[in-house]
């Protein structure tokens, strides 16, 4: 069965960097499209960045410049390379197969000083 499990979430502060890790079985993981979204509390689970099979990354406009999402085939792993967090990135984080609905567990991030 397919498997998503996220890592590297913690408490930073303001200006900080986290790196983001998902780690993925079950599928043929270089042909897919792998998204990372996050989730605030009270609010809904929004698209952050986006990684095709071949490479091509799309972002959310409020992460754009900050946030780099990459992949490694090799390791079945993507990842999400935050930089310049604000506090309003606080939230917690899941990786997503795309065009399905197989999600990871989360993994909180916290930015606060």
């Known amino acids: 069965?397919?498997?998503?499990?996220e890592s590297?979430?913690?408490?930073v502060q303001p200006?900080?960097?986290?790196?983001?890790?998902c780690t993925a079985s079950g599928f043929t993981f270089k042909s897919a499209?792998?998204?990372w979204y996050r989730q605030a509390p009270g609010k809904e689970r929004d698209l952050v960045a986006t990684v095709y099979s071949g490479g091509t990354t799309t972002y959310?406009?409020?992460?754009?410049?900050?946030f780099t999402i990459s992949r490694d085939n090799a390791k079945n792993t993507?990842?999400?390379?935050?930089?310049?967090l604000k506090p309003e990135?606080?939230?917690?984080?899941?990786?997503?197969?795309?065009?399905s609905a197989d999600w990871g567990q989360g993994t909180q991030v916290?930015?606060?000083s």
Do not use: E
């Open 78 to 84: 993507v990842y999400l390379q935050m930089n310049s």
């Open 110 to 112: 916290t930015v606060s």
């Open 33 to 35: 499209i792998m998204n």
């Open 8 to 11: 590297g979430g913690g408490l």
């Open 89 to 99: 990135d606080t939230a917690v984080y899941y990786c997503n197969r795309g065009a």
């Open 15 to 21: 200006g900080g960097s986290l790196r983001l890790s």
């Open 60 to 66: 959310a406009d409020s992460v754009k410049g900050r």
């Open 1 to 5: 069965q397919v498997q998503l499990v």
